[in-house]
């Protein structure tokens, strides 16, 4: 079984700073790793992911995470953040394989970016 | 590409009686589907798993008589919360999968009941 945890519940930054949201996993299993957002009243639209290969992944939109296998980490970063990116995040793990099976959110990481 | 879609995106309706919301796979077809539930402040629970033409399987601690889950087809899956109750007053998110690993989400719908 898979666990993540997101280690803050709340970040706040300025516009055009920089932004680390933290994430780890737990596995007995080798992952796939997801950072998801999710925008008020909305679903959750994919970010970026890491599936195998080179581990710093990197969204359209300046975000990037970096697997770290030694640290079971995934997390988020952004060397400027805008006000559009104002949202929830939250981290997700699944196993390799279909009976790894489903994916494992963590509780979700909300960044406020003030002007 | 990767479209899902969810209606409706809100519906308040009495206790005791039935709500249907519905998952759509706009442009791919998703021989699975998934049903999440997600309470304010918290993460994503998932309910269940849908297959398409097969029963849904169920996460421990799901009524399935409560929430009845059909996959008529591949781009469609319903969930329909029978006899709900305030307690049953949650944000649905529902999912559909292409290949091994990856999941569009709908957009949610907004349950409320009174």
């Known amino acids: 079984a898979q666990s993540v945890t997101q280690l803050d519940s709340q970040v706040p930054v300025f516009e055009e700073a920089p932004v680390e949201l933290r994430c780890n996993y737990s596995?007995?299993?080798?992952?796939?790793l997801f950072w998801y957002v999710q925008y008020p009243n909305q679903g959750l639209q994919l970010l970026l992911k890491?599936?195998?290969?080179?581990?710093l992944v990197e969204s359209i939109n300046g975000f990037e995470a970096e697997f770290n296998k030694s640290q079971t980490s995934f997390h988020l970063r952004k060397p400027s953040v805008h006000i559009s990116d104002t949202a929830e995040y939250f981290c997700a793990v699944r196993g390799y394989g279909g009976s790894q099976g489903n994916l494992i959110f963590g509780k979700g990481t909300k960044l406020s970016v003030k002007p | 590409g990767a479209v899902v879609s969810q209606h409706p995106s809100r519906v308040i309706c009495k206790s005791g009686t039935s709500v249907k919301i519905e998952c759509r796979s706009l442009d791919f077809q998703a021989t699975t589907m998934f049903w999440y539930r997600q309470f304010p402040k918290k993460s994503l629970m998932l309910m269940a798993t849908s297959n398409e033409g097969s029963k849904a399987t169920y996460e421990q601690g799901v009524e399935k008589d409560k929430f009845l889950i059909n996959h008529a087809s591949l781009t469609l899956s319903t969930l329909t919360v029978t006899s709900a109750h305030p307690e049953d007053s949650s944000f649905y998110i529902c999912?559909?999968?292409?290949?091994?690993?990856?999941?569009?989400f709908g957009p949610g719908t907004r349950l409320t009941v009174t």
């Open positions: 596995s007995s299993v080798s992952v796939y």
């Open positions: 890491y599936l195998s290969g080179s581990t």
């Open positions: 999912s559909g999968q292409i290949g091994e690993y990856e999941q569009y």
